[in-house]
C-alpha cells in the first residue's frame, strides 16, 4: 500500500525567509510525487511534480521540490516566502500500479509579514 | 476551459434525506475522481472512474453512497439517505493520462451539512 506523511501540521516562516515543507512517502515501485496546495474555500491546485529525471523539481510560483530516494522524502521548498504563500498544502504520491493519488494530510503554512 | 464544474457549492440538508452531488469534469479527460475532505480523516478518495467505468471504489464508505458516470461530461455522486457524520467537503477531480503521471485538476468543491 502506498502511504505519505507530512510530520508538520503547521509551519510558520517570516516573509522574505526560505520555507520547507516536509513529506516522506511509502510505494512498493516506483514513486510519482506530487504537491498541491489549497487555498481558503477553493479545490487543490497543482503546484509541481516529480516523475523521474533530476531530483529537483521546479514548480508554479517559484516553488521547488527535492526527490531523495535514499530517504524517501520530497521535500517543498521556496528560498523566499511571500505571506500570499500562505495556504495548506498536501503532499501526494502514486505508484506505477495505480492510478489514483493518496495524500498526506496536509500542512499548513503562515508566512508573517 | 472553465476547469472542473461542481455543484451545488453548498448543501444544507437533514438527516435522511437524499443528496446529490454533481461534477462536470474538463473536456477531453477520461479519468473522473471524487474526494470527501474533512478534518477528522483529511483527504479521501472516494471512487474514481476511467472513461466512464468505475475503477477503484474500495473508499466508498457504505452502500448508503453511490456514484455514476453517465457520460464523458457528467458524474453524481449521491448519499441515500444521509447522516450528520457525511457532513464534509466533497471535490471532483478530472485529469488525462500524461506519460508517467497524471495531475488532477480539482473542482471548487461541495460544502455538505447534514442536520
Not at chain 1, 14 to 24: D, F, Q, S, Y
Request: aromatic content about 12%.
Amino acid at each position: 500500500a502506498q502511504s505519505v506523511a507530512q510530520p508538520e501540521d503547521q509551519v510558520n516562516v517570516a516573509e522574505g525567509n526560505p520555507l520547507t515543507v516536509k513529506c516522506t512517502y511509502s510505494v512498493s515501485g516506483n514513486p510519482y510525487l506530487f504537491w498541491y496546495v489549497q487555498y481558503p474555500n477553493r479545490g487543490l491546485q497543482f503546484l509541481l511534480k516529480y516523475i523521474t529525471g533530476d531530483n529537483l523539481v521546479k514548480g508554479s510560483y517559484g516553488f521547488e521540490a527535492e526527490f531523495n530516494k535514499s530517504q524517501t522524502s520530497f521535500h517543498l521548498k521556496k528560498p523566499s516566502a511571500l505571506v500570499s504563500d500562505s495556504a495548506l498544502y498536501f503532499c501526494a504520491v502514486r505508484d506505477t500500479g495505480r492510478r489514483a493519488l493518496t495524500f498526506g494530510s496536509g500542512t499548513r503554512l503562515q508566512v508573517q509579514p | 476551459d472553465a476547469g472542473v464544474i461542481q455543484s451545488p457549492r453548498h448543501e444544507v440538508t437533514e438527516m435522511g434525506q437524499e443528496v446529490t452531488l454533481r461534477c462536470k469534469p474538463i473536456s477531453g479527460h477520461d479519468y473522473l475522481f471524487w474526494y470527501r475532505q474533512t478534518m477528522m480523516r483529511g483527504l479521501e478518495l472516494l471512487i474514481y472512474f476511467n472513461n466512464n467505468v468505475p475503477i477503484d471504489d474500495s473508499g466508498m464508505p457504505e452502500d448508503r453512497f453511490s456514484a455514476k458516470m453517465p457520460n464523458a461530461s457528467f458524474s453524481t455522486l449521491k448519499i441515500q439517505p444521509s447522516e450528520p457524520r457525511d457532513s464534509a467537503v466533497y471535490f471532483c477531480a478530472s485529469s488525462f493520462p500524461v506519460a508517467g503521471g497524471n495531475e488532477q485538476f480539482f473542482g471548487p468543491g461541495t460544502r455538505l451539512t447534514v442536520l
